[in-house]
């Protein structure tokens, strides 16, 4: 449509509800305000109308110029169009500009209707203009935002026609500010029917504590929309309205969607299984599984599932009265969420004792606070000697306790998990106590801007006694989100597996290393661990504290920064005291240097001058053994791209990547005779002149070609 057309019909439209859009109506003077055309009545104009030719999605976003003029003109009423949708504004006494469902009919005391709500998700920039107002009131918080959002929908499943959840909007200019006072009893009302059908969720002496400016201008942003008909995740509902509250807070962190959906249909629950979520944060997990059995068995009660099949517990209780709020909003009418810790110890009176009594849960969701720590350690047999654990560590365990012979556990866990000597114990535990189905390495950044953790998905199954079978784990590098479907699709049909990205591994060969980046690369096939070859050390660490300067009675001491194209650059080497530098972590003329963190694999020569240099801890000293290896052929082998191969199978690190001086000394490197390898190094480093020299070469002829250009 063109424009012209969209303002006839928008005419038309204003003319059908008794608007005097004839001669009244103003066109070329109304453009030059800012709108395409004004109502007028009685000299004064009612109704300003803007038509942007602007996809649906971004039409609400472009109403800041319709605003600027009913204030500047003082018009009551604002229309923005493009012909397909149309949104409908009202000025207040205030001047704040507010959305309404419907234009009310010419002479028509305002008042939407139900059935004119729009749903919520069409306008996104609506979440933004919250923000804006939460962050100016400092009394807001999330809360206070959970219980408009509930009044809202309470007031919605009235069966009233008529909202009261609404602006009590003045009918003129001179009518004060009284009306946000109005707004706020009103809401408030509504508040007091929040906690009679919701009693578990606010005390009975608690009250709605935004200021009433603040709470009528939310108001007036979400009364046109519909919580009802289309229940927004209030997850990411509330984390764009707060301008990013603190997520420590709230349980950890925000997992994506995409990521919960993923874990759900690897275990694919159905309706008659009971699922538990031991660390539910917001409910992602929980909400991500009632979707998925509605779409899978759209016949099945939401009342009736949520009630009986769904059960979350989170140790922060606004994290777990969001999770609650959630779930009424997707239709639970009794919500299985507690606020408790999953790591205390279990007693009988605790609410779920009953099914754990029964054999357990049949399918346990895992997202722990990666990082965190809990000293709720007795009582765990990977808290045994230890004042404290890893959250996570401890809620696997306590997944297995949930979880009945033969159930399903679906978890993310951090990387270091997988490959970790310190989680050897751990990863036992896991094979002695479950079946490992599935391991899953997730795309770098995943959980941004959470955290830059390294994450990994694993899906187990609770052994039952008399299982100690051998048997295939499915396994597979994830590159990207949107390959997280295929991925499902091959876990649960294995002939679908192509590529080298997704495969499965016999459980015999698991052994200590679960990271799939381990498994994906093939080893080697010929060679001998590097330490056959060459004794290896790892270098100490020295604080810049310690620095001193050059000449002092001190070593030189060598960083990885200080490694450069296979050469240490003497000029930015430091100095340390003596005293500082361990015997161990000495250098001697000719050792091979090898970088252990960051960027792994960066080698060098220490030349003669760097003899009994002190060594950072990122490094490693390899000494090679005169008789067998050939100290530069050594370090040519370990830069090669062969070698860079097989170290990426032993590198690890959920952040940082890191390769550990004991696998450093399991690389299988294969050298020839010691006079071969004496005579290749000779004809390396020829090459490497002569590149030199052309590069040289090639560097005067452009400075030639400059100066000749120049004129000199």
């Keep these: 449509m063109s424009e012209q057309q969209i303002i006839d019909q928008v005419r038309e439209n204003l003319a059908n509800l008794g608007y005097p859009v004839d001669s009244s109506s103003l066109a070329g003077r109304a453009r030059d305000e800012g709108v395409d055309f004004v109502v007028m009545a009685s000299g004064r104009p009612i109704v300003g109308v803007e038509i942007k030719l602007l996809p649906s999605a971004f039409l609400p976003s472009a109403r800041r110029q319709l605003e600027l003029y009913l204030r ?123 906690k009679s059908l919701y009693p578990s969720l606010f005390s009975v002496d608690e ?24 229940p927004p995740s ?74 009986h099949q769904l059960f979350g517990i989170d140790i922060s209780l606004e994290a777990a009265s969001l999770a609650r709020v959630n779930m009424i909003l997707q239709g639970d009418g009794h919500t299985n969420i507690l606020h408790g810790d999953s790591l205390a110890k279990l007693s009988k009176s605790f609410q779920f004792r009953p099914i754990l009594d029964r054999g357990g849960f049949d399918i346990v969701l895992l997202d722990p606070p990666l990082g965190a720590q809990s000293h709720s350690t007795e009582g765990f047999v990977l808290g045994t000697g230890r004042s404290r654990q890893d959250t996570a560590i401890l809620l696997l365990e306590r997944a297995i306790q949930f979880t009945k012979p033969g159930g399903r556990i679906a978890a993310l866990v ?23 189905k599935a391991i899953v390495s997730l795309p770098p950044g995943i959980l941004r801007p959470f955290t830059s953790a390294k994450v990994s998905a694993i899906i187990l199954e609770k052994k039952k006694e008399s299982f100690d079978s051998p048997y295939n784990i499915f396994m597979a590098h994830v590159n990207a989100e949107r390959e997280l479907a295929a991925v499902v699709d091959q876990y649960h049909n294995t002939r679908l597996l192509t590529g080298p990205d997704t495969f499965t591994l016999a459980s015999a060969q698991l052994d200590n290393r679960w990271n799939v980046e381990f498994h994906q690369l093939a080893p080697p096939l010929i060679g001998q661990p590097l330490s056959t070859f060459a004794s290896i050390r ?86 090679p053994n005169e008789k067998a290896a050939v100290a530069g052929f050594l370090a040519k082998v370990l830069a090669s791209k062969k070698m860079r191969e097989q170290i990426k199978r032993f590198t690890t690190g959920a952040i940082i990547e890191h390769i550990s001086v004991e696998d450093l000394r399991k690389l299988l490197v294969s050298l020839p005779p010691i006079e071969e390898q004496k005579s290749t190094l000779a004809s390396i480093q020829e090459l490497e002149s002569s590149s030199q020299d052309l590069s040289d070469s090639q560097r005067q002829l452009q400075e030639r070609i400059a100066k000749l250009l120049e004129g000199e």
């Design 207 to 230: 009250k709605i504590e935004l200021d009433a400016n603040a709470l009528a201008r939310i108001v007036g942003e979400l009364q046109s929309y519909s919580i009802k008909r289309a």
């Design 72 to 194: 500047r003109s003082r018009c009551r009423y604002g229309i923005l169009s493009n012909g397909k949708e149309t949104h409908y504004y009202l000025r207040l006494a205030s001047d704040d500009v507010i959305e309404l469902p419907r234009l009310p009919k010419w002479g028509d005391i305002l008042r939407p209707e139900k059935s004119s709500l729009k749903p919520l998700e069409t306008s996104i920039s609506t979440l933004f203009r919250i923000a804006e107002i939460v962050q100016r009131d400092s009394l807001s918080r999330p809360r206070e935002l959970l219980k408009l959002i509930l009044c809202k929908y309470v007031d919605e499943i009235d069966p009233d026609p008529y909202p009261e959840f609404f602006v009590q909007a003045p009918l003129s200019d001179s009518a004060g500010s009284d009306w946000a006072r109005a707004t706020k009893v009103v809401v408030s009302s509504l508040f007091e029917k929040v």
């Design 538 to 623: 790892r270098g100490r660490s020295i604080p810049s504290t310690e620095y001193i300067t050059e000449g002092s009675d001190g070593l030189p001491y060598i960083r990885i920064s200080d490694l450069v194209k296979g050469t240490v650059t003497r000029h930015s080497v430091r100095y340390v005291p003596t005293r500082a530098a361990s015997a161990l972590a000495r250098t001697k003329t000719n050792d091979v240097l090898f970088s252990l963190t960051g960027t792994i694999g960066k080698t060098a020569l220490v030349p003669k001058e760097l003899d009994g240099a002190a060594v950072s801890s990122q490094l490693a000293i390899i000494r």
């Design 234 to 307: 209030l997850r990411r509902f509330l984390a764009e309205a707060t301008g990013g509250f603190s997520y420590k807070s709230w349980g950890g962190y925000q997992t994506p969607t995409s990521l919960t959906d993923f874990l759900v249909r690897m275990v694919e629950p159905r309706p008659s299984e009971a699922v538990l979520d031991p660390a539910c944060g917001t409910g992602g997990l929980l909400l991500s599984c009632l979707d998925y059995v509605k779409e899978r068995y759209p016949s099945i009660s939401t009342e009736e599932y949520t009630t």
């Design 414 to 436: 951090g990387d270091n998990l997988l490959f970790s000597e310190n989680m050897n114990v751990a990863r036992e535990f896991l094979r002695r106590n479950a079946v490992v």
